[in-house]
């Protein structure tokens, strides 16, 4: 499993590079990059706001003072509220694949690999677990 993902990653970032013509420039991309992730921001607020299929109720994180980093997980807050509908999923789940378009492409630009990139975050993950966490 781990290695077809892997594969897809590689694969992706391939075909982006394939098509990266008309934004060569690493300017291009990284406006774009920053556009795709405010589109993200945009998408969600408008599942709030404008169908109100899902909403926020923000509040100060509380847990117990004396509750462990790992029992802390169990009081923290997603502040969401509701199930995000048809449409909305697939408003956002489209800025997310053009984020990764982006991503993948500052990535073939800058001469990094994205699965290299993945593969090490992965094991940060796996050696700090919680700790990780900011
Ligand atoms: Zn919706």
Redesign the pocket.
Known sequence: MENRNDEVVCLFQDKVSELLLKHRSVLDSLSKFTESATRINRAVSK?VTG????SINAKKQQFPAEASLEDCRKYMDSHLEGF??E???ERIEEEIGNQLFYLSALCHLLDFKLEDIMRKEYGKLKALGFFHLS
């Open positions: 599942a169908c109100g299929c899902i995000l509908c449409s909305c999923r």
